[in-house]
């Protein structure tokens, strides 16, 4: 199917309303509050984009440098990012459904990746959930098995994986 119009751009504060309410449609069982979502964006905005389809917003993508075999708690203000941070952590990829299937999702992990490696991580990580451990493959990501993370992961759900992958 070819959709015109689909683009990933830099996020702006002005996006804040539009990803809140495309985070409360997509992941009902994993709330963040607003202020949340904000901080993460505040803290390392050259890993977030705003996807629209038409110039509408229809999805997302939060991003930052953390610290691999940990995870920030879920709905949970960070203050700062570490200074010692060793991984790029995808905190969170929503897309409305109108934008699933189309490719966007793809192309923003792509350049992701991209931005990661320039930036000198030699990883990358996220939590899998909602079914999702199969894209996650798809893209070079693998599950990890870190016993630490096990209380935070079912904070997520039962099935939400941590993952990882390897760029060098």
């Known amino acids: 199917m070819l959709i015109k119009d689909v683009i990933w751009r830099a996020m702006t504060d002005y996006d804040l309303p539009a990803v809140?309410?495309?985070a409360d449609v997509v992941h009902p069982d994993f709330f963040e509050a607003p202020d949340v979502l904000a901080e993460r964006?505040?803290?390392?905005?050259?890993?977030?984009?705003?996807?629209?389809?038409?110039?509408?917003?229809?999805?997302?993508?939060?991003?930052?440098?953390w610290r691999y075999g940990s995870l920030p708690a879920l709905n949970s203000l960070l203050n700062t990012l570490p200074a010692d941070a060793d991984t790029y952590y995808l905190h969170d990829l929503a897309l409305l459904p109108v934008a699933r299937r189309i490719g966007a999702?793809?192309?923003i992990v792509k350049a992701l990746?991209?931005?990661?490696?320039?930036?000198?991580?030699?990883?990358?990580?996220?939590?899998?959930?909602?079914?999702?451990?199969?894209?996650?493959?798809?893209?070079?990501?693998?599950?990890?098995?870190?016993?630490?993370?096990?209380?935070?992961?079912?904070?997520?759900?039962?099935?939400?994986r941590y993952m990882v992958k390897h760029l060098v």
Do not use: D
């Open 20 to 22: 809140q309410a495309i």
């Open 41 to 65: 964006y505040r803290l390392y905005r050259n890993g977030c984009y705003l996807l629209e389809l038409g110039e509408k917003p229809t999805g997302y993508v939060l991003s930052h440098p």
């Open 105 to 107: 999702a793809s192309k």
């Open 113 to 160: 990746t991209k931005h990661a490696s320039v930036e000198g991580y030699q990883t990358m990580t996220l939590v899998a959930v909602n079914k999702s451990v199969p894209f996650w493959e798809r893209h070079g990501f693998m599950v990890a098995e870190v016993p630490e993370l096990y209380g935070k992961l079912l904070s997520y759900e039962e099935s939400a």
